[in-house]
């Protein structure tokens, strides 16, 4: 059997572009549901936020984070996490269970980066989403959403680039695991629970009990959310910043060879079925 | 005799299907405890920071946590069809289903438990156990406990298959309307005084969550009464499910078929 030639590289980048356009458009085709996926999200994250004005109004010195910073904190951790939702793991979960990876292991892409242009795809809808969802949040918590200086805007917009290579990471992860269980939806379910907890999206780690806070200090979860939600609103000192955003770094690309790894020895075994 | 022996045949096959798959039995059953640990943890964040919360104690919150995950983990062990049937529309399952002599939303209730329910269930019952030191009810309150769980169960389930009754006019690969009733009944986690006015409404009268979940908790910490916690539950599942299979029926005579 012959195998298809490897694309140039300008080739290579065409395909990744062509491919995340056509997984927005997709996204798009459900512009309904996503909606009301939103609408949905949006409400379950009003019900952390009622907890939490309610924390305060019982004890306004709950934490080192004020009322206001805490509401800050909260709007800024639910736009970045509507933005980073990849669709990576659910789409692919079914692509197996049909026998359509078989199409997936032989793109001339490669397996990761046509994973990795469905993602961008996916991320370039969400920052669509994002826009209404930072406006509305304007209304509520007004300057409270503003980035402390332009240092710390250009800080946190780079630290949710490097978010959604982390995010993408954790998903490529879960993807292999798909490929040996006859549904992924457990491991799926198991994600996003730690990501729940561990990724800041409900409260800001400093307002975690310390033991808590010593485990999410070793998971790559945090710096999919708070990190860039603190660098973003000023609540990192800029001595910090570079070391959160090399932290990143390293958890996203680290995360991505992993999975790379495990999918390569994972392919000595796969078997596709037939749908 | 013979529906109720046919339905649990039914149930009993569709078990055995789900559970051929250990490894993933295993990691449902995983994860479910791992999704209640994070709620847990959120829980242990808020009352490291605060005492109570809206007039309720960690123990009496923790309460309304288990029997919430009680509920959902009956209702996803017995009654979770309702979320396919986005799939059963689309794929022309439904239409084949419709041929058969039984009770259609029974059938499709029935038809698709849940591996991850047992994790949810169990992890509630501990809460509920750990919780009850803490409460001042009497012993023979926890006989009330089955009761309480099996109402709530009927009233998730029937308010998903109100909501689940618009699939048969909004045919398409989607469950998020089921999603946001899932959102909804998440409120039962935490104490109603904490909500606003119209959420107060909504979740004690409209989609009568509360009715299963916070009057009883409130009658188990001592401020409810005794026959509220008793008859309150049961007659606002028997209502929901009144709703549910009026709108089911509904739905089902403006159906047609994708084709497929």
Known sequence: MSTLPAPTLLQAIGGFCVLAQKTAQTRLTYRLAMLVTLLASAFAYCVFLLVWEEVYRQNPHAGPLSREQMLGYLVIAFLVNTMLILNVESRFLQRVRMGLVAIDLVRPLGFVFVQLAQATGDLMVNAFYAVPIYVVGLAFAGPALYPASWLAAVLGSVSVALAFLVGFGVSYLIVQASFVLQSGYGVLFARAALHQVFSGLSAPLVMFPPPLRRVAAWLPFRHEIETPARLWLGQASLAEAPSLLLQQAAWGVGLVLAGELIFRAVMHRHQIQGG | ?260
């Open chain 2, 1 to 260: 005799m013979h529906a109720l022996r046919f339905y649990s045949t039914l149930y009993r096959t569709a078990l055995k299907s789900v559970a051929e798959y250990r490894v993933d039995f295993a990691v449902g059953i995983v994860t479910a405890v791992a999704m209640q640990l994070a709620a847990l943890a959120f829980y242990w964040v808020i009352f490291a920071r605060t005492p109570a919360l809206g007039g309720w104690s960690p123990g009496q919150v923790l309460l309304l946590f288990g029997f919430t995950a009680m509920v959902l983990g009956l209702s996803e062990a017995t009654l979770n069809g309702i979320w396919w049937l986005p799939y059963y529309i689309l794929d022309g399952q439904l239409d084949r289903l419709l041929t058969f002599p039984v009770n259609s939303l029974a059938f499709v209730l029935l038809s698709r438990p849940e591996l991850h329910s047992f994790g949810n269930f169990a992890a509630g019952a501990l809460s509920v156990a750990v919780a009850f030191h803490s409460v001042s009810a009497p012993w023979y309150a926890l006989l009330l406990l089955p009761l309480w769980i099996v109402a709530g169960a009927v009233i998730y389930t029937g308010v998903l298959v109100l909501v689940g009754a618009l699939t048969f006019r909004i045919v398409g690969p989607w469950v998020t309307h089921l999603f946001t009733v899932h959102q909804l009944f998440n409120t039962s986690r935490y104490p109603i005084s904490i909500y606003p006015r119209w959420l107060h409404v909504l979740v004690l009268y409209v989609v009568p969550f509360g009715a299963a979940i916070f009057v009883p908790a409130d009658y188990l910490r001592g401020h409810g009464s005794l026959w509220q916690a008793v008859l309150v539950p049961p007659l606002a599942a028997l209502a929901v499910a009144f709703a549910a299979k009026t709108a089911w029926d509904a739905a089902l005579r403006g159906y047609q078929s994708t084709g497929s």
